[in-house]
């Protein structure tokens, strides 16, 4: 009987010496990983717990366009918007600045915006009223529509942004557009950055950490989900935070950071945004650009700027 009791005392003292590690690993471990198309992502422990998909939500990530979809919806809609751009000199003194209230006017296919009311201080403008910065001209030309523009819908499938065809000034909007609304695809047409943009290529996996979480952004529930270069990396996209709704899926909030040195230029921007919605609409709400960027020919640019869009109507 003795060596019966001595058996089960091994026993449970075994399985306990088992369990125990596991328990206290358990409670200590509060993330995991996971590997997608050689991407390692950190999961949250409610994640976890949550039995999210995770190649099937990164592949959603890879493949949105609710991002897109958004700023083409303000290609139908009317809407006010507050503009605020302000260039600095080398001292981080505002050397010039406009601040603006607009209105878009949209019907049938046409729009165009009407200036409610500006302020502009410094050289913003040249002798014929045009940008003499680069920056702002480029800011005009992807919310603006300064005479009426015709043929718009909302639509995003079969659209593609291409630079085919297009050069100069039209060329760098679609690029711009590009990296803007298809973070992490490649852009043709720029120098030595223009496949480091495909941050979710396998060939770039081992640049990044990627993770997702889950929580409240703008008052909703939503998946986080974050991209960050690992330290000594040769990256355009430093880092980019999404926040999706997991109602719908859709982007809610979006920032990103990035840089990069090369011969011909270098660049160091910061931009975030925030959506909306407006009946069956997801809309952007508000646009913050902070940035400091040079191109060979042309002068250092600093700047900041910060849209801010209300009273949608259609």
Not at 89 to 97: L, P
Not at 150 to 169: A, M, P, R
Not at 223 to 243: H, L, N, P, Q, R
């Amino acid at each position: 009987m003795r060596g019966k009791h001595l058996y089960i005392i091994t026993l449970v003292a075994g399985v306990a010496c088992l369990l125990l590690p596991g328990a206290l690993l358990f409670g200590q471990q509060k993330d995991s990983v996971v590997v997608v198309d050689k991407k390692v992502i950190t999961l949250s422990e409610i994640i976890i717990r949550n039995n999210v998909n995770v190649p099937s939500f990164i592949e959603r990530v890879k493949n949105d366009t609710t991002f897109y979809k958004a700023f083409r919806n303000l290609r139908v809609l009317e809407f006010t918007s507050l503009n605020d751009i302000r260039m600095f000199d080398k001292k981080s003194k505002v050397k010039a600045s406009l601040f603006s209230k607009t209105s878009q006017w949209a019907r049938d296919g046409c729009r165009y915006t009407r200036v409610l009311n500006e302020e502009v201080t410094g050289d913003m403008y040249n002798d014929k009223k045009q940008y003499n910065y680069y920056t702002p001209e480029l800011y005009a030309g992807l919310f603006f529509a300064g005479d009426t523009v015709c043929g718009e819908t909302n639509i995003v499938q079969g659209t593609t942004l291409s630079v085919k065809s297009k050069s100069g000034t039209e060329k760098h909007k679609e690029q711009l557009k590009m990296l803007f609304f298809n973070p992490g695809k490649a852009i043709p047409g720029l120098p030595f950055i223009g496949g480091k943009t495909a941050i979710f290529d396998e060939g770039m996996a081992e640049s990044y950490e990627y993770s997702l979480d889950q929580d409240e952004h703008l008052g909703e529930l939503c998946y986080v989900f974050s991209i960050k270069a690992k330290d000594g990396s040769k990256v355009v996209i430093d880092e980019m935070v999404t926040w999706f709704s997991v109602k719908t899926l859709e982007v809610i909030a979006r920032n990103y950071s990035l840089s990069y040195k090369a011969g011909l230029y270098d660049f160091n921007v910061d931009m975030q945004v925030e959506m909306t919605r407006f009946e069956n609409y997801l809309v952007p709400r508000l646009l913050r650009y902070n940035g400091n960027w040079d191109v060979v020919f042309k002068k250092r640019e600093r700047a900041v700027f910060t849209a801010t869009l209300f009273d949608f109507h259609e």
